[in-house]
Nanobody, 121 residues
C-alpha cells in the first residue's frame, strides 16, 4: 500500500506565507506526476500546481508568481511554498501522486487526506 501525508496547513493573515509538505510512503517504485489541489466550501476541487518527475511545473493563473511547487524524487516528497496569501486561497489542500508500486506496473492515483489553509485577519 501507499500512503500520502500532508502537513503545514493553518491560519495565516493576508499577505503571509505557508509551506505545505506531502510525504509518500509504502511500496513505491517510482512517482510520476505530483500535484496540489484545493477545494473551497461549495466549490469543486481544482488543480493548483503540478510537477512532473523531470521538474516541469504548471500553475493556475491565480497563484502564478505567489506559489512554488517542488519535489524530491529521492525522498518521495513534494512541497508547496505559498507566499502573499489571499483570503480567496482559503481551502482544504490535497496532495496527489501518480505512483508505480513495486508490486505492479500500473500507475495509480493516491491522495492525501487534506490540510486546511485559512487566510484571514
Amino acid at each position: 500500500q501507499v500512503q500520502l501525508v500532508e502537513s503545514g496547513g493553518g491560519l495565516v493573515q493576508p499577505g503571509g506565507s505557508l509551506r505545505l509538505s506531502c510525504a509518500a510512503s509504502g511500496s513505491i517504485l517510482r512517482i510520476d506526476f505530483m500535484g496540489w489541489y484545493r477545494q473551497a466550501p461549495g466549490m469543486q476541487r481544482e488543480l493548483v500546481a503540478g510537477i512532473s518527475r523531470g521538474g516541469r511545473t504548471n500553475y493556475i493563473d491565480s497563484v502564478k508568481g505567489r506559489f512554488t511547487i517542488s519535489r524530491d524524487n529521492a525522498k518521495n516528497t513534494m512541497d508547496l511554498q505559498m507566499n502573499s496569501l489571499k483570503p480567496e486561497d482559503t481551502a482544504v489542500y490535497f496532495c496527489r501522486m501518480d505512483v508505480v508500486r513495486t508490486t505492479s506496473t500500473n500507475i495509480l492515483n493516491y491522495w492525501g487526506k487534506g490540510t486546511l489553509v485559512t487566510v484571514s485577519s
